[in-house]
């Protein structure tokens, strides 16, 4: 696990990358329908990100976790009081990040929820648009922060599966910041794209 500080944001305090997703990708030529196919070499934590996410395989849930927690004992963290994940861009039976934003909050101790940040506008996979403006752009009036949770202030963290541009997360952590019972944003991707 090579842990990467997120370019400082003023839409979060603190935010980390566990690991690159990829390490390298070959193409090895289309499948029967056309489309190419890819020589793929993950880091470790890459490949359960893969596992959990591309083939529903929810025993890596607990080691991502795991690796969550083991950043969050970097000093520059705030201890964490509540637990929200990145609002999901599929639909999905059971979410991954859900899954693995649960187990996070159950080994902190923390208060796990998926209803303070929602998402209230489609946008597809952030994936599929090249540039950070178009996603800047697609992203414009997606989230919405609710008044769920009482007294506070809080020290939240939002994570993610995969940090690319940055564009989601700012988004997303932006409109977090107009919630008066949260005090300190902190971020942790699972995986980078670089």
Known sequence: MVIRVIPKSS???????????????????PNAQGYMQYDTERTVIGEEVFKLKYRSDFTKVESLANSVVAALQDKSFPKIHVVIPMPASKKRAQQPVYEVAKKVAEILGAFFTEDVLVKIKTTG????????????DALKGCFESRDRLTKGPWN???????????????AACTELRKYT??????????TRRN
């Open 181 to 190: 019972n949260i005090k300190n944003i902190s971020v942790v991707a699972l």
């Open 125 to 136: 996979a952030m994936k599929d648009l090249d540039s950070y403006d178009e996603r800047v």
């Open 11 to 29: 839409a979060w305090d603190h935010a980390v990358s566990l690991d690159k997703h990829t390490i390298k990708s070959v193409p090895i030529g």
């Open 156 to 170: 939240i963290i939002v994570i993610d599966d995969l940090y690319d541009t940055g564009a989601s997360l700012e």
